[in-house]
């Protein structure tokens, strides 16, 4: 992970500790970046956490445009963060055996595409992790494409399961080429009801044995 954001920084030369919107190279004044970065630093709101990023569209387009230093262009900020990829994350877990999980995963885009900024495909790169994030129990590169645009990507994993059981798992996902771009989404176990680890054996019925030729 470390290494994907230190190369995604170096391709799209700026920091993550940045503000994303600087990624629109020439849409926005510069004065716009330093502002959100200098609120960042007053308030010590982590301007680099994907959420804290996109609340930004929570706040009314006059009030943003004050915020930034840039009064006309809070409808401009927005517009912009809403091509900055967003995903919706809904996951369904079900045992398999006491040792083997199924997610179902659900990838839905809620962002705007543009072709200057996108392109024909958007790539992520999908982990599923312990609760130390210390393990990655699955990887997996998912694709999406101009032409099947808002069109949700299901995904069925087989998730190795330990005991004892962690409280939760964590499904994240990360862009390929955007700065900043990270969901983090975590999956609880604490409902979850796992079959026996030993499946009970059938008694052995005292039955005298047939000959062979009882088989015509």
């Given at each position: 992970?470390?290494l994907?954001?230190?190369a995604?920084s170096?391709?799209?030369r ?12 020439g ?5 716009v ?6 609120l ?8 680099d ?10 706040m ?5 445009g004050?915020?930034c230093k840039?009064?006309?262009?809070g409808?401009k ?6 091509y900055f ?6 996951v ?16 839905s885009p ?5 072709s200057?900024?996108h392109?024909g495909?958007?790539?992520f790169?999908l982990w599923?992790?312990?609760?130390d994030?210390m393990?990655i129990?699955?990887?997996e590169?998912?694709?999406?494409q101009?032409?099947t645009f808002?069109?949700a990507?299901?995904l069925?994993?087989t ?5 004892p059981?962690p409280?939760q798992?964590f499904?994240r996902?990360?862009?390929d ?7 983090l989404q975590p999956?609880?176990f604490?409902h979850?009801l796992l079959p ?9 019925m005292?039955?005298t044995p ?5 088989l015509?």
């Amino acid at each position: 992970l470390k290494l994907i954001r230190i190369a995604k920084s170096v391709d799209k030369r700026i920091w993550f500790f940045q503000t994303p919107l600087r990624q629109f190279e020439g849409e926005i004044p510069s004065n716009v970046y330093r502002a959100l970065e200098h609120l960042q630093e007053n308030s010590q709101m982590n301007y680099d956490a994907y959420d804290s990023f996109l609340y930004l569209l929570d706040m009314q387009p006059g009030e943003l445009g004050q915020l930034c230093k840039w009064k006309k262009g809070g409808q401009k900020v927005q517009k912009l963060i809403r091509y900055f990829p967003n995903l919706e994350i809904d996951v369904n877990v079900q045992p398999l055996s006491s040792s083997i999980l199924r997610f179902n995963v659900s990838l839905s885009p809620i962002f705007n595409w543009s072709s200057r900024w996108h392109g024909g495909t958007e790539g992520f790169w999908l982990w599923v992790e312990d609760s130390d994030n210390m393990r990655i129990y699955h990887k997996e590169y998912v694709l999406f494409q101009k032409r099947t645009f808002p069109d949700a990507i299901n995904l069925e994993l087989t998730i190795p399961a330990f005991s004892p059981m962690p409280s939760q798992y964590f499904i994240r996902v990360v862009s390929d080429s955007w700065v900043g771009c990270e969901m983090l989404q975590p999956v609880s176990f604490k409902h979850l009801l796992l079959p026996e680890q030993h499946t009970p054996h059938t008694d052995l019925m005292d039955l005298t044995p047939l000959p062979t030729s009882a088989l015509n």
